[in-house]
C-alpha cells in the first residue's frame, strides 16, 4: 500500500514482488535497497534477468559476494554496492586533501540517532555489516595513499551494551575498532546504536602533514553567544538528513558507469576486502583479541 500510494504520487507503476517488476517494466537498472537479508537474492535475480544492479551494503556474505561479482561478469552487468559516504563532497574534500599521505592516526565517529526499531535490528545483519562497514570503507580509503585504498592487516574490537531494549533485543549498543595497517598506522572507530544528540558523523587524520578533520553538519549555522555561554546547534537529525548530496551522486556515477562514461569506483576486491575485515572484527569480539585479517590483494 505504501508503494502504490507513493507510485500514484510519482506517476509511476508499481509491482508486488521483483519477477512481476522485471516482466512489466522496460528498465536497465535495479536498485536493491530493500531488507539486508534479501539482498544477495535479489541481486542474483536482478542479474539473471538482464539488468544491471547498484545494491546497498550489504551484499552478503564472502560466498555470496564473490558468487555475486562472477555473476555479473558472466552476464557482462554492472554491479556496484552502495558505500554512500565516499561520494559525499566533504569526505571527498578529506581525502583529496590527504592526496598521496597516509595519516599515521585516523578517527572515525560514527553515533546513529535515532535508535532502529527491533524489526530493522532482526534483520539488519548486526551492528558490524550494518554500521561499521561504512567506517571500514571509509578507513581504508583514506589510508589508501597513492592506492585507491588500503587494507588492515590484523584487527581488535570491544564492545557494550547498556540500553535496556538493545539489551532485551540481544543487541549490541556501541563498539570501538582497532585497526592496524602496514607500516603501523592505526585507524580507530567508534560506533554507536544511540545518540541523544543527532547524527554524529566525524573525522580526524593526522600524520606528519599535520592533521585535518571533517565536523559534523548541523541543524543551523547560527551560534549565539551570551554572558551565559556559548549555544550552538545539534548535528542534523539521522542520515537522510546528513547524505542527501551523497546518495545522489552515488547514483549519478552508477548511471554513468551503465553508460561507459566511467569506470565503477567502488571495485570487487574493496567490497571482499571489507567483508574480510568484518569477519576479523567480528571474531575479535568473541574472543578479545587481535585477529588477522584475511590476505587480501588490495
Given at each position: 500500500?505504501?508503494?502504490?500510494?507513493?507510485?500514484?504520487?510519482?506517476?509511476?507503476?508499481?509491482?508486488?514482488?521483483?519477477?512481476?517488476?522485471?516482466?512489466?517494466?522496460?528498465?536497465?537498472?535495479?536498485?536493491?535497497?530493500?531488507?539486508?537479508?534479501?539482498?544477495?537474492?535479489?541481486?542474483?535475480?536482478?542479474?539473471?534477468?538482464?539488468?544491471?544492479?547498484?545494491?546497498?551494503?550489504?551484499?552478503?556474505?564472502?560466498?555470496?559476494?564473490?558468487?555475486?561479482?562472477?555473476?555479473?561478469?558472466?552476464?557482462?552487468?554492472?554491479?556496484?554496492?552502495?558505500?554512500?559516504?565516499?561520494?559525499?563532497?566533504?569526505?571527498?574534500?578529506?581525502?583529496?586533501?590527504?592526496?598521496?599521505?597516509?595519516?599515521?592516526?585516523?578517527?572515525?565517529?560514527?553515533?546513529?540517532?535515532?535508535?532502529?526499531?527491533?524489526?530493522?535490528?532482526?534483520?539488519?545483519?548486526?551492528?558490524?555489516?550494518?554500521?561499521?562497514?561504512?567506517?571500514?570503507?571509509?578507513?581504508?580509503?583514506?589510508?589508501?595513499?597513492?592506492?585507491?585504498?588500503?587494507?588492515?592487516?590484523?584487527?581488535?574490537?570491544?564492545?557494550?551494551?547498556?540500553?535496556?531494549?538493545?539489551?532485551?533485543?540481544?543487541?549490541?549498543?556501541?563498539?570501538?575498532?582497532?585497526?592496524?595497517?602496514?607500516?603501523?598506522?592505526?585507524?580507530?572507530?567508534?560506533?554507536?546504536?544511540?545518540?541523544?544528540?543527532?547524527?554524529?558523523?566525524?573525522?580526524?587524520?593526522?600524520?606528519?602533514?599535520?592533521m585535518a578533520?571533517?565536523?559534523?553538519?548541523?541543524?543551523?549555522?547560527?551560534?549565539?553567544?551570551?554572558?551565559?555561554?556559548?549555544?550552538?546547534?545539534?548535528?542534523?537529525?539521522?542520515?537522510?538528513?546528513?547524505?542527501?548530496?551523497?546518495?545522489?551522486?552515488?547514483?549519478?556515477?552508477?548511471?554513468?558507469?551503465?553508460?561507459?562514461?566511467?569506470?565503477c569506483q567502488?571495485?570487487?576486491?574493496?567490497?571482499?576486502?571489507?567483508?574480510?575485515?568484518?569477519?576479523?572484527?567480528?571474531?575479535?569480539?568473541?574472543?578479545?583479541?587481535?585477529?588477522?585479517?584475511?590476505?587480501?590483494d588490495a
Amino acid at each position: 500500500s505504501r508503494a502504490t500510494a507513493l507510485a500514484d504520487a510519482l506517476g509511476c507503476p508499481t509491482a508486488s514482488d521483483a519477477a512481476e517488476a522485471f516482466a512489466r517494466h522496460d528498465a536497465d537498472v535495479v536498485i536493491v535497497a530493500t531488507t539486508t537479508h534479501t539482498h544477495t537474492e535479489l541481486v542474483q535475480a536482478s542479474l539473471s534477468a538482464g539488468f544491471h544492479v547498484f545494491c546497498e551494503k550489504p551484499l552478503g556474505t564472502l560466498d555470496q559476494v564473490c558468487a555475486c561479482y562472477r555473476l555479473s561478469r558472466s552476464r557482462n552487468r554492472s554491479l556496484m554496492v552502495g558505500f554512500q559516504r565516499r561520494f559525499d563532497p566533504e569526505f571527498r574534500e578529506l581525502r583529496r586533501r590527504l592526496g598521496s599521505q597516509s595519516p599515521q592516526m585516523l578517527k572515525l565517529t560514527s553515533r546513529d540517532a535515532p535508535i532502529p526499531s527491533r524489526a530493522y535490528l532482526a534483520t539488519s545483519g548486526g551492528i558490524v555489516r550494518d554500521c561499521v562497514v561504512h567506517d571500514i570503507d571509509i578507513a581504508n580509503w583514506m589510508m589508501g595513499g597513492e592506492a585507491s585504498h588500503a587494507v588492515p592487516e590484523r584487527v581488535s574490537a570491544a564492545s557494550y551494551t547498556h540500553h535496556d531494549d538493545l539489551t532485551a533485543w540481544g543487541e549490541i549498543e556501541g563498539l570501538a575498532v582497532t585497526m592496524q595497517y602496514p607500516h603501523g598506522n592505526l585507524a580507530l572507530i567508534d560506533v554507536s546504536r544511540t545518540c541523544c544528540y543527532g547524527y554524529d558523523q566525524r573525522v580526524e587524520a593526522f600524520g606528519p602533514f599535520g592533521m585535518a578533520q571533517l565536523g559534523n553538519r548541523l541543524q543551523s549555522t547560527v551560534v549565539q553567544h551570551t554572558s551565559d555561554g556559548t549555544v550552538v546547534s545539534n548535528p542534523l537529525y539521522s542520515f537522510p538528513q546528513r547524505y542527501p548530496d551523497a546518495y545522489r551522486i552515488e547514483l549519478e556515477h552508477f548511471a554513468d558507469v551503465v553508460e561507459g562514461k566511467a569506470q565503477c569506483q567502488v571495485l570487487e576486491k574493496q567490497v571482499v576486502a571489507t567483508e574480510m575485515i568484518c569477519e576479523a572484527i567480528e571474531a575479535s569480539l568473541e574472543s578479545g583479541a587481535f585477529c588477522d585479517v584475511r590476505n587480501v590483494d588490495a
